[in-house]
């Protein structure tokens, strides 16, 4: 199943194209980069140059198009919602949708979302590092990744204004995204993140509290419990429809291996054995066909009978 995001309504795209993102993104490869400092990103791969760090944004973004579900819908840069002209660019991460603040300039906005791609190409291997649940160690790599990569673009983090939202696929349970609290505060957004994770790796009724709890704090406890209800309810025929799914692959799979193990016994048999085999499935055969002229034959008697009392009822 193809991730399906609630992502931010209030931003527009600016192409029209296909996009397995699901937004289309402005090509960036003909706004030129500003000036970036050599530093690295996280400090675990070599990093680009000036001529560079906008044809690595272009790359990695590029490559992200042909994924389906491989961002919140919105990765890119698109035009902010309304008839405003203001331009945000955006990625997704290790579950984060990371969005920088709107701005009137494009090439600003492709400087912002160069700092996003590498800010995502900074964390693509930190679990190899860290523990990504653990709150503490992922917010002070995730903030050395941050700051390293504004100095390679030359952006300053401020006017970047980047605002973090975790995103848990629920498409399994309820057929879309479970979405958290936009929040600029990296630690609250990361600690909410690690929630919703546990959460989902507990099964769907543990899940299903942290979700009204989320939308208890925009919408009260009764219209969140309503929300909620109503998702899983109007997914329940896709669920029953992919069990059904589950089952049958299960049956044929049980019959395979039936039919293998049975082929392995034939195999290990020694030719006696085989013989043996071979002659009692003969004779099952003889006595099935047997069985079967016996059954044609009783059944005609039958009918001759049959056929005999009906015209002795007419005399």
Known sequence: EEDEDSNPSEAESLESGDDSDGGGGVGVAAVASPNPSPSKPGGGRSPPTSSTATALALREESARRGRPGAGSGRSGINRAGGACQLYQASVFCHHLFLSSVPVASLEEAVSFHTVLVLIRSGLADVGDEIELRDVGQFTDKFESVVDASCKVVGVKRQSLGLALRPIVSALAEVGKQITGHTTTDVRAALAQ???????????????????????????????????????????????????AKRYRRQMALSDYDRLRQAREARKRESPEEARAQELADAIRAVERAMGVEGRKVEAASRAKAKAVRRVERER
Do not use: M, N, Y
């Open 193 to 243: 993140r690690t929630r919703l994770l546990d959460a989902k790796a507990a099964g769907w009724p543990e899940l299903r509290q942290v979700w009204v709890r989320i939308l208890s704090e925009a919408r009260g406890a009764q219209e969140a419990e309503a929300i909620v209800e109503a998702a899983w309810r109007a997914h329940t025929p896709r669920r029953a429809e992919i069990e």
